[in-house]
């Protein structure tokens, strides 16, 4: 392992264990997931090669977790709300403000160089879908939209022809219109009748690969460890990780491993508009 990663590692380690502290002070649920609750399962910790910590909300505490978050000195907040945020398949980021970073194959998709945001932790929100044709239509299409229409801001230059010829009819697809549609349909699923429901990630984000039983995910268990620490983690975490993973303890192809962030760059943050931007509410 690199040094830098290395570094790397240890700083979005102490922004976790911020975060857990807040939960818990909170009284907010969370839950690992992703690559970092394999990482726990596999690991104790970082997959060897990662730089990605992935954590997970029900929807009532996601919306809690953002309406309570008070940015720090060193740990700020940056959403899908913030007209400067394009990363529409991860709805909200708790990042280092000391720091800018430059996530893989961007640049080369016409992106800016630098996001507006530092070294950074995932959070998604997770939803309890009707078990019917319109929850699972929801859970797999409406995130991808919205995906579409994010990426549509950009040249994505390694994309097929066909893929960017969809992405210039979003374009004109008015964003308000697609934000109150995105709000009800947020609404229809918390507010569902529907004595049969699975959970899934938020019907905002683009990820489908994780369909379960609410009985899989809750009530979460604090029983992962990860790098000396224990964070929360699903209520049955091997079936999360075999639904989503398959044989989990298995490594990887080495052609398949893989960073999130290419580049790290230090800035002075008190003259960033994002920081700016939150310090002034």
């Known amino acids: 392992m690199s040094t830098e990663l290395e570094n790397l590692q240890k700083k979005i380690i102490t922004i976790a264990s911020t975060i857990d502290s807040f939960c818990k002070d909170n009284d907010i649920n969370y839950m690992l997931c992703g690559g970092t609750l394999l990482g726990s399962a596999r690991h104790e910790g970082f997959i060897p090669w990662d730089d990605d910590f992935d954590i997970a909300m029900p ?29 529409i398949a991860t709805p909200a980021k708790i990042f280092d403000v000391n720091t800018r970073v430059q996530e893989v194959g961007e640049v080369s998709n016409g ?26 239509l929801m859970n797999k299409y409406w995130g991808k939209v919205l995906l579409a229409k994010q990426q549509s801001k950009f040249p994505m230059y390694e994309r097929p022809p ?45 990820y489908d690969d994780l369909i379960t039983g609410p009985e899989n995910i809750l009530p979460f268990q604090r029983d992962c460890l990860f790098d000396g620490h224990y964070f929360s983690g699903p ?14 303890m298995e490594l990887p192809p080495l052609e398949s491993r893989f960073q999130h962030i290419e580049k790290v760059m230090e800035i002075n943050y008190k003259n960033d508009s994002v920081i700016n931007r939150h310090k002034k509410q």
């Open 162 to 206: 066909y893929f960017r010829l969809m992405l210039f009819f979003m374009k004109l697809f008015p964003q308000v219109a697609l934000n109150k549609i995105n709000n009800k349909l947020i609404s229809i699923i918390k507010n569902s009748k529907c004595d049969s429901k699975f959970i899934g990630y938020g019907v905002d984000t683009p």
């Open 111 to 136: 992106m800016p160089e630098f996001n507006p945001y530092g070294i950074f932790i995932d959070i998604f929100p997770l939803d309890l879908y009707p078990n019917n044709f319109f929850g699972k």
């Open 235 to 248: 209520n049955k975490k091997e079936v999360y990780l075999e639904t989503r993973y398959g044989d989990y």
């Open 59 to 87: 929807r009532e505490d996601f919306e809690k977790f953002l309406r309570c978050w008070k940015d720090t000195n060193d740990l700020s907040i940056i959403t899908t709300n913030d007209q400067q945020y394009y990363k």
